[in-house]
C-alpha cells in the first residue's frame, strides 16, 4: 500500500440537469494534483460520482485514503444505501438504481484502496473544498465556450 492521500472532490451541474463539471483535488505529502472535467448533458449526482471515481482512477497501487465530498448523495450511497442495493440486485425502494453504472465502477475502481469516506458541507470555507468547486465551475464554463 502507498502512503496516505487526501482526496476532496466536487461536481455540479448549472442547470441540474445540465452541462456539468466535476473536480478532484489529491493530496499526497506537499504533493497536490489536481484533476477536472465536463460533461455537455448531466446531473449533479452524476458528476459528484465521477469527480470520486476519477480521482480513484488517477490513484496507481493501493492507498489509504480519505475521500472529502459535500455531496450527501454519495457519502450516504457508499456508506448506508450500498449494502442494501446489492443484496437486492441492485433495486432500491422504486425500483432500479438511479445511476448504477457509476455507483458500480465506483465499487471496482475503490478496491484496491482503504477508502474513508467523509462529507464535509460546501461553501464554508474549506479552502480545498472551495478549489474543488472552482475547478468543477471552471470546467463546466469551458463547455459554453466550445
Known sequence: MTGELIIYTDGGCDPNPGPGGWAALIIEGET???????????????????AAIEALRAIRGSAAITLYTDSQYLKRGIDEWMPRWLAKKWRGTSGPVANQDLWQELLRVSRNHKVNWCWLPGHTGN???????YLCNHARSKLRLK
Do not use: C, I, K
Not at 489536481?34 to 460520482?49: D, F, I, K, P
Not at 479552502?127 to 468547486?133: G, I, K, M, Q, T
Open 32 to 50: 497536490h494534483r489536481e484533476l477536472s472535467g465536463a460533461e455537455a448533458h448531466s446531473t449533479n449526482n452524476r458528476m459528484e460520482l465521477t
Open 127 to 133: 479552502p480545498y473544498n472551495e478549489r474543488v468547486d
